[in-house]
């Protein structure tokens, strides 16, 4: 049996197998929060392979992904789930930023929705991303 743990700031029940990861007392984290954060060098970390992947794959860095956080608004959430990246469980927010951003491949500006989704660390001084794509 594999034993998870905790990383997230909010630590509250853990999902049972099989069972929504939906946390229904969202948003977890205020808004300002991470903001504060984010805003400080190394504020923000990929937590999930995926999250690296993706961001690598958008050509962008973490300074790029918190600047995204810093755009958010309340209207700009979705939900609130546990997250795991296969050793350890996250309570983490999501949110769907537009943005307006220059194509190359169209040769316009065109209106992007990004899925962000993250947790403050249980220290309280680090942001984990789990997620940042376009949104399906």
């Known amino acids: 049996m594999v034993n998870f743990y905790v990383v997230s700031e909010y630590s509250g029940p ?5 069972e929504s990861r939906e946390i229904v007392a969202g948003p977890i984290y205020a808004l300002e929060k991470v903001r504060a954060l984010v805003a400080v060098e190394n ?18 860095d973490a300074e790029d992904v918190a600047q995204w956080l810093m755009e958010l608004t309340d209207k700009d959430f979705r939900n609130s ?17 537009r943005r307006e951003e220059w194509v190359p491949t169209a040769r316009k500006h065109m ?20 997620s940042c794509h376009p949104s399906r």
């Open 14 to 18: 853990l999902p049972v197998e099989g």
């Open 43 to 60: 504020g923000l970390r990929f937590w999930t392979r995926n999250s690296a992947l993706h961001a690598r794959d958008l050509d962008v």
């Open 81 to 97: 789930e546990w997250c795991s990246d296969g050793r350890a469980w996250a309570a983490c927010d999501a949110y769907v930023l």
């Open 111 to 130: 209106k992007i929705d990004y899925f962000l989704k993250f947790a403050i660390a249980k220290a309280g001084t680090l942001v984990l991303m789990a």
